[in-house]
Structures are given as C-alpha cells and as structure tokens.
C-alpha cells in the first residue's frame, strides 16, 4: 500500500515561488504515476498536473508556463515547482497515486 506525505506549503506574496514534495513509500512506489491536485475553500478538488513512472509529465492549462512537475525515483519524490504565483493558486495541494491521497498541504498566495 501506498503512503504520500505533501510538504514545502506555506505563504507567499504574489510573484513569488514554492516547491512542494511529495515523499512516496511503500510497495510499488518507484513505478507509478504521481499527481496533484489542488482544493480552493469552496471549490471542488482540481486537477494540476502529473507525471508517468517514465518521466513525462503534464499540468493543467491554468498553471501552464508557470507550474511543473518531475520526479526523483531515487528519493521516491514527486516535486510540484510554481513560479509566478497568483492569488487564485491559494488551496490545498494534495498529492495522489493509484487512488491514494496524501493529507495535503496548504498553499496561500497574498496579493
């Protein structure tokens, strides 16, 4: 069974950049695909981006250009990068693999 544990949240001005992580362990975890997903108050749950256990990766057209995703399969970590970060990027980021979901980690953007 899979566990997914979300850090590097927190406050940012607008403009500004974060990197979450997401640790990955237990059985098979080195070879699946990742992704995140995001929670605004109010808002249903999002989709932002993924990345397959080869390496290739996609994100939402709302973060295109300012948001990507990778992975190191030696840590057993998927890292979501956001630059230019808006207002509207503020909610919780989950992290999920094979219908697992980590506890999230909240992300908020001042203007």
């Known amino acids: 069974q899979v566990q997914l544990v979300e850090s590097g949240g927190g406050l940012v001005q607008a403009g500004g950049s974060l990197r979450l992580s997401c640790a990955v362990s237990?059985?098979?975890?080195?070879?699946?695909?990742m992704a995140w997903f995001r929670q605004a108050p109010g808002r249903q749950r999002e989709w932002v981006a993924a990345v397959s256990s080869g390496g290739s990766a996609s994100v939402a057209d709302s973060v295109k250009g300012r948001f990507s995703i990778s992975r190191d399969n030696g840590k057993n970590t998927v890292h979501l990068q956001m630059n230019s970060l808006k207002p509207e990027d503020t909610a919780v980021y989950y992290c999920n693999a094979i219908g697992t979901w980590g506890k999230g980690t909240l992300v908020t953007v001042s203007s």
């Open positions: 237990g059985s098979g975890s080195t070879r699946i695909s």
